[in-house]
């Protein structure tokens, strides 16, 4: 079941719960995207499968979604922490153990969310992500990581390994053959939700 959830402040989201939810993963996605975001939907689609909610938001509104604000991290992970908050306190998601799924940006502020909440967040999974760009947050996160990333994405495969040596926590890195940094080509979408899937499973329970 698919609700509406406002995430301060006033931020569009939409909160999917399977029947048996075992755990919940909130979406952090990328600069110039939004919740409707095709690539994330599917990879949403794949937890639910495997009894995870899901929560998909606008990290901005649409006046804010401009120039450097789509690049503003700080800002960015405030809107994580709120939607964390949301979902902690929400009927049907309070008290289910909880992971982020980022992208791109995105994933820079999950980690950071991460490092600020580690008491409630407990796995974290970027796509094509940045997370260079959460800095020296990076060594407070102790949450378990999986960077994945295009094998053809030679600027951002080098820049999450380098960004991994400073995480706190555990961390693998998942490479995708073949992937780009969109992972448009046939079957490397699959092959990231699959990941997340098995990832979250190992970590949310």
């Known amino acids: 079941m698919t609700v509406p959830l406002t995430v301060d402040p006033g931020l569009e989201g939409d909160l999917t719960v399977p029947a048996d939810a075992i755990g919940v993963v909130v979406f952090a996605h990328g600069s110039g995207s939004s919740r409707h975001s095709a690539r994330n939907i599917?990879?949403?689609?794949e937890l639910q499968d495997n009894?995870?909610?899901?929560?998909l938001f606008d990290l901005l509104s649409e006046d804010?979604?401009?120039?450097?604000?789509?690049?503003?991290i700080d800002l960015l992970t405030d809107r994580v922490r709120a939607a964390i908050a949301e979902v902690s306190r929400h009927e049907q998601t309070a008290g289910l153990p909880l992971g982020l799924f980022?992208?791109?940006?995105g994933a820079a502020a999950a980690l950071r969310a991460a490092a600020a909440e580690p008491q409630r967040v407990r796995a974290v999974?970027?796509?094509g992500g940045r997370p260079d760009l959460a800095?020296?947050?990076l060594r407070r996160v102790p949450s378990p990581t999986l960077l994945i990333v295009g094998a053809r994405d030679a600027e951002v495969l080098r820049l999450n390994q380098q960004a991994a040596t400073e995480l706190g926590g555990p961390y693998e890195i998942e490479i995708v053959p073949?992937?780009?940094h969109l992972f448009e080509e046939p079957g490397t979408l699959e092959t990231v939700a699959q990941l997340a899937a098995a990832w979250f499973s190992d970590h949310l329970r």
């Open 42 to 45: 599917a990879v949403a689609r």
């Open 51 to 55: 009894r995870f909610a899901t929560l």
């Open 64 to 72: 804010e979604d401009v120039g450097d604000r789509r690049f503003d």
């Open 102 to 105: 980022g992208a791109s940006t």
């Open 125 to 127: 999974v970027s796509r």
């Open 135 to 137: 800095g020296e947050e």
């Open 178 to 180: 073949k992937a780009t």
